[in-house]
C-alpha cells in the first residue's frame, strides 16, 4: 500500500500458492500456472491499475 494525496491505495498484490499434489502433476500445474491469471475474473478486473504477482510452490504429496 501506498500513500497517494493522504489516502492508502493498494498498488501491489502477490499471490502465493502452495499446491501439495503427486510430483508427477507437477508439470501440469506449472503450465496451468502459466496462464491462469488470463481466465480469472479478479486478476481481469483489476488489470492495468493494480500490479498482481504469483508464485507457486509445489510440495509432494
Not at 4 to 11: F, H, W
Amino acid at each position: 500500500m501506498e500513500k497517494e494525496d493522504g489516502v492508502l491505495v493498494i498498488k501491489r498484490i502477490a499471490v502465493h500458492y502452495r499446491l501439495r499434489i503427486p510430483a508427477e502433476s507437477h508439470p501440469v500445474a506449472e503450465r496451468v500456472h502459466g496462464f491462469h491469471a488470463r481466465f480469472c475474473p479478479v486478476a481481469r478486473s483489476l488489470e492495468g491499475s493494480i500490479e498482481v504477482s504469483t508464485h507457486l510452490e509445489l510440495v509432494a504429496g
